[in-house]
């Protein structure tokens, strides 16, 4: 599968199934549709014939020529543009077949072991942002702060289902988690006591709006969280109209400073200010590079999700103009690395070398199987997202897993369960999308969120324009 764009003056091919990205002249980027059905036909005819060979057949040259007629160069030059991209095809970086769906049974029969959980310290806040899914903190349900017990008992089942794995993550959420602070200490020196005598090392996270952020909080977690989230929706009157206390009053002012005394004091490093845009600041690539000025370096802000209803939710007529803002922030940022400004923004964050494992690539954050979020009060969800929705109540802390059925169910959740994302050549980079996101929209955890789908492949054509820029300043 290929997919061809050009972005920010860069024609861009991305071989689907190899990961490979090419920047091309003109005539090669126009050459490679053409060539395509060219290889394929030749790969399916060809007896004996091996791609490790270093001479291309001369047959398949002169298919190519045929090809390649109406191309507005000479002959010489079409042989050289087909003998550069069969060169790619026999490398495995163009043309190449989909080696995943091979992985699909493995994939669903492995061994499940939960790797993190999201512990719902509070299920309670001091801020009454519009578009929370938690409903202030409440989840569908009752406000309840987590006892040390229940987040002993949590920590205890991690360790027990998480097999052979060694690095273990848990993520204070809620809510507010700073609500439930002395239990959020509590929590990490009991797991710290646990890393040696089941050979487990922890890693800690915090999200948290920074109304109760102080020096003594912000010194424990440069010394115990390996990451903290800080929560900011960009410019002050966007912030402040979606993120205000109860009694209305923004909360603006009262976390900037402290924020950014976080990110210095993390030498910008192992955090995220994340904020969230709506239909209130389409115009959202102003707010990430307010943030940027405010001097955070590490920076995400993402669609919001919500019912139609909602008068700040993102309707499919905005979706021109958020394709457009992700080009602008883009080129912008482009700019600024330039001059040494530069900073990362998360989701043009991609990885072109490496990549994530096959798992990732084919089920994403493994929500429901190794990833679970837990209640104040020891209910086990697949994530943050479904909880207090009843029909995805897994289990409890005391007894396990108890409904293995929505386990598997989420074990066949993958990009090759989805019809929408089978022809997609994002499907490798997002894998399938959030699960939540289908279920509510769809009623099922394999469809696709449409507007989602949609903003993801323009940050993904973006982030590999980011790369192949950032290339030719090295």
């Known amino acids: 599968m290929i997919h061809q764009y050009t972005n920010n003056g860069y024609p861009i091919v991305l071989d689907v199934n190899s990961g490979s990205v090419h920047v091309m002249d003109e005539l090669s980027y126009q050459a490679v549709p053409l060539l395509e059905p060219v290889w394929e036909a030749w790969q399916e005819e060809s007896v004996g014939y091996s791609d490790q060979e270093e001479d291309i057949p001369e047959a398949l040259m002169e298919r190519a020529a045929k090809a390649l007629r109406k191309l507005p160069c000479t ?3 079409k042989r050289e543009i087909a003998g550069e991209l069969f060169a790619l095809a026999q ?3 163009l043309y190449a077949k989909d080696i995943y769906e091979n992985y699909i049974f493995d994939f669903k029969n492995r061994q499940t072991v939960v790797k993190a959980l999201c512990l719902h310290i509070a299920h309670d806040c001091n801020l009454a942002c519009r578009y929370c899914f938690a409903e202030e903190g409440e989840y569908h ?4 702060l987590m006892s040390l017990e229940v987040g002993k008992k949590a920590l205890d089942f991690l360790v027990a289902n998480s097999g052979n794995r060694v690095n273990l993550e848990v993520d204070f959420f809620g809510g507010e988690p700073l609500l439930n602070w002395q239990v959020v200490k509590d929590l990490v020196a009991y797991g710290r006591s646990l890393e040696e005598p089941y050979h487990k090392k922890f890693r800690f996270t915090l999200t948290t ?4 952020l102080d020096d003594e909080v912000l010194e424990f977690c440069n010394r115990e969280m390996g990451n903290i989230v800080l929560s900011i929706d960009g410019r002050k009157k966007i912030h402040d109209l979606m993120r205000p206390f109860r009694g209305g009053q923004g909360s603006y002012d009262r976390v900037v400073p402290k924020f950014q005394k976080t990110a210095a004091s993390r030498n910008q490093m192992n955090y995220y200010v994340r904020g969230t845009f709506t239909r209130h600041n389409l115009d959202f690539s102003k707010d990430v590079l307010h943030l940027a000025d405010l001097g955070f370096e590490q920076i995400s ?10 008068e700040y939710a993102l309707k499919e007529e905005d979706i021109p103009v958020l394709l457009e803002e992700y080009d602008k922030l883009a080129k912008e940022m482009l700019h600024r690395r330039r001059e040494g400004k530069g900073f990362h923004f998360f989701h043009f964050m991609i990885d072109l070398e490496g990549g ?8 994403g954050c493994g929500s429901g199987t190794e990833y679970l979020a837990v209640t104040p009060w020891g209910d086990l969800y697949p994530c943050h997202q479904f909880v207090g929705q009843e029909e995805f109540l897994m289990g409890n802390v005391d007894e396990g897993i108890l409904r293995t059925d929505i386990r598997d169910s989420f074990k066949e959740c993958n990009v090759y369960a989805k019809e929408k994302c089978r022809d997609c050549f994002a499907k490798f980079y997002c894998s399938g999308g959030c699960a939540a996101n289908s279920y509510n929209f769809h009623g099922n955890i394999t469809g696709a969120y449409e507007i ?3 903003l993801q492949r323009k940050r993904i054509e973006c982030a590999i324009m980011l ?6 300043l090295e």
Do not use: M
């Open 75 to 77: 002959d010489g030059e």
């Open 91 to 93: 490398a495995g970086q």
């Open 141 to 144: 349900g009752r406000r309840a």
């Open 209 to 212: 709006n920074g109304v109760l």
């Open 301 to 310: 802000v993402e669609p919001v999700v919500a019912e139609k209803t909602q």
């Open 356 to 363: 994530p494992c096959v798992a990732k690539r084919l089920s």
């Open 452 to 454: 989602g789908c949609e």
């Open 467 to 472: 790369k192949a820029a950032e290339a030719e």
